[in-house]
């Protein structure tokens, strides 16, 4: 696990559930976290983590990596993490700063419940954020004033949210290989076209562009721009091939249509950057 930044740029509220029989609860909220990071910061877990999570992004975004899947966690998204599953995550290449809330679950009964439900996978929800969050303040309110003799009411909220959970992952795209796939194409290959890759995908454009979106956050052609825009940046601060060089590199076919897009990502000039 990596480290935890410095205090000076980190800031985090925690609530642990306080000690109660915990064997007579198949699945139960053992900690909620609201997490606010001020820099960049990476982190990485394995498998060795025994909790089912569910992390919503408040502000900012976060690169996640969990196994073969790779997709950015934005506001409005909520990001469901099985129990014993390799996960990471990096802030760095997405600005740095950012504040989400996260509740960890454990249980006897967890296993059984979550492949009941269909939610025992790495799942990206795009719709209903603003309930789940609702839930898991909720949850948060009964754990931190320490009234967890009310149990039926913990029990109740938890079953309530595992339940939005698995209405919402039916209506959501999950992460997929495909869209892994196709992420690790635009990356790597800056002169493929959308269409191109939809062909080879076998989907239509609208389809694929969908799919992204759903799953990612943003469009295939707004995902290709940060890729050039970042390699860009790489090649500007540490090769000597010329800008129209860098610009071929990257697919495109005018010096100049490069140099717009640079100065609309990066708010200067190729020229300038280097400098």
């Known amino acids: 696990m990596s480290k935890k930044p410095s205090s ?16 007579s609860c198949p699945v139960y ?21 025994t909790f089912w999570t569910v992390e919503l992004m408040l502000s900012g975004r976060c690169h996640y990596k969990a196994g073969p899947l790779d997709f950015v966690l934005e506001p ?36 059984d419940l979550l492949k009941a439900l269909g939610i025992d996978g790495v799942t990206l929800l795009t719709r209903g954020a603003a ?13 931190h004033y320490h009234t967890i003799k009310e149990l039926a009411a913990l029990m109740g909220k938890t079953y309530e949210l595992l339940h939005l959970v698995a209405a919402n992952a039916s209506n959501s795209m999950p992460v997929s290989t495909l869209l892994t796939d196709t992420q690790r194409r ?16 076998g989907i239509s454009r609208a389809s694929l562009n969908r799919k992204f979106v759903a799953s990612v956050g943003f469009s295939p052609a707004r995902y290709r721009n940060r890729c050039r825009m970042e ?3 790489l090649l500007l601060s540490s090769s000597d091939l010329s800008i129209k060089e860098i610009a071929n590199l990257l697919g495109y076919c005018h010096q100049f249509h490069f140099s717009e897009e640079f100065k609309r990502y990066s708010g200067i000039s190729p020229h300038r950057f280097r400098s």
Not at 186 to 199: F, R
């Open 131 to 143: 309930s789940i969050h609702s839930l898991i303040e909720e949850l948060r309110a009964i754990i």
């Open 29 to 49: 909220p053992f900690v909620v976290h609201e997490t606010e990071c001020f820099k960049g910061y990476a982190f990485s877990s394995h498998s060795e983590f």
């Open 76 to 111: 409005g998204m909520v990001l469901v993490v099985p129990p014993r599953q390799d996960i990471s995550f990096e802030s760095h290449s997405t600005g740095g700063a950012y504040r989400k809330l996260v509740a960890e679950f454990k249980g006897s009964g967890l296993d």
């Open 231 to 233: 390699k860009a940046k």
């Open 186 to 201: 635009l990356e790597e290959d800056y002169k493929v076209t959308i269409p191109q890759l939809a062909a080879e995908l």
């Open 8 to 23: 000076s740029s980190f800031k985090q509220r925690v609530d642990i559930i306080p000690d109660f029989d915990r064997q």
